[in-house]
């Protein structure tokens, strides 16, 4: 079903998934999930671009992930 509504949504079956997952959860989770995804992205790359200290960006790195896995993003 996810491929038929890509068309019109605009979003992969994994997106439209947690879109539905995240529809479920208060407006206040669902920021936060909007947020962490976002800081995950940039981390990834600065993590990419060799930027900073690469150890201290992992541990970030690994914290947002672990949230997003916590709150069931």
């Known amino acids: 079903m996810a491929h038929a509504l ?3 949504t605009g979003m992969s079956p994994a997106q439209l998934e947690a879109y539905q997952r995240r529809m479920s959860k208060p407006a206040s989770l669902q920021r936060e999930c909007r ?3 976002g800081e995950v992205v940039a ?8 930027r900073g200290d690469r150890a ?3 541990m970030r790195l690994q914290d947002a992930q672990q ?6 993003c």
């Open 67 to 72: 949230k997003l896995l916590y709150l069931r």
């Open 56 to 58: 201290q960006i992992g």
């Open 43 to 50: 981390l990834k790359g600065e993590e990419r671009s060799g």
């Open 6 to 8: 890509k068309p019109l």
């Open 35 to 37: 947020r962490l995804e």
